[in-house]
């Protein structure tokens, strides 16, 4: 499995804009999902936005306008542009991979493929 490596995370005001990489250290080309999830304490891990290998986004309502992921499979990395952040954005953001496909011969088969990153903190603070 590949590793990933969160950064990009700090402190901020609210209002202000961060963005988050995530670098893997092999290639992500055949990932199905790429996302970013995010978990403050006491509460569980929540789905932040994801992305296909082939490039459909998702995002959490509360995200929707603010945030844009984006994957550059050629670089194998994630990135996650946070714009107008507010302080409910506080959290430790982790990168995942989901699932991975292989052509074998005309199919795309897909096997079960789970890795995360050690985590970013962000906090948004005035």
């Known amino acids: 499995q590949v590793q990933l490596v969160e950064s990009g995370g700090g402190l901020v005001q609210p209002g202000e804009s961060l963005r988050l990489s995530c670098a893997a250290s092999?290639?992500?080309?055949?990932?199905?999902?790429m996302a970013w999830y995010r978990q403050t304490p006491g509460k569980s891990r929540g789905l932040v936005a994801s992305?296909?290998?082939?490039?459909?986004?998702n995002y959490r309502d509360s995200v929707k306008g603010r945030f844009t992921i984006s994957r550059d499979d050629a670089k194998n990395m994630i990135y996650l542009q946070m714009n107008n952040l507010k302080p409910e954005d506080t959290a430790v953001y982790y990168c995942?991979?989901?699932?991975?496909?292989?052509?074998?011969?005309?199919?795309?088969?897909?096997?079960?493929?789970?890795?995360w990153g050690q985590g970013t903190q962000v906090t948004v603070s005035s």
């Open positions: 992305v296909t290998v082939g490039g459909v986004t």
């Open positions: 995942n991979a989901d699932g991975e496909q292989v052509l074998s011969g005309s199919k795309w088969i897909r096997y079960p493929y789970d890795a």
């Open positions: 092999g290639s992500i080309i055949n990932i199905i999902t």
